[in-house]
């Protein structure tokens, strides 16, 4: 069973920057694929950034590709999530995940395990 923690989440105006990090509980943490994904208002879960198990791979949804980068340390057991140049539709719940799926799964199929979410919100 693997336990994710995220924090960093919080309110922000348009423009601005924040910093999510996601703590994991499992020894074998090096193994998973890890990802982020979002929940704006109204809206379905959606794939916002996702990491291979090395890091050495990255996806993102087109809508954040060039503003967010997702990093992770192994050595830690954390992920993070780098959002700069926020807009109000970046405004949500963001949620850590973990998994054994591929890297470049664009749905929340094939990640087992997520965090209790953190809200962010962007603001005018």
């Known amino acids: 069973q693997v336990q994710l923690i995220e924090s960093g989440g919080g309110l922000v105006q348009a423009g601005g920057s924040l910093k999510l990090s996601c703590a994991a509980s499992?020894?074998?943490?090096?193994?998973?694929?890890m990802a982020w994904f979002r929940q704006p208002p109204g809206w379905e879960r959606e794939l916002v950034a996702s990491i291979s198990s090395r890091g050495e791979y990255t996806n993102y949804a087109k809508s954040v590709k060039g503003r967010f980068s997702i990093s992770r340390d192994n050595a830690k057991n954390t992920i993070n999530l780098q959002m700069n140049n926020l807009k109000n539709t970046d405004t949500g719940v963001y949620y850590c995940?973990?998994?054994?799926?591929?890297?470049?799964?664009?749905?929340?199929?094939?990640?087992?395990?997520w965090g209790q979410g953190t809200q962010v919100t962007v603001s005018s």
């Open positions: 499992e020894r074998t943490f090096g193994e998973y694929t």
């Open positions: 995940a973990a998994g054994r799926g591929p890297w470049w799964a664009e749905t929340g199929t094939g990640y087992d395990y």
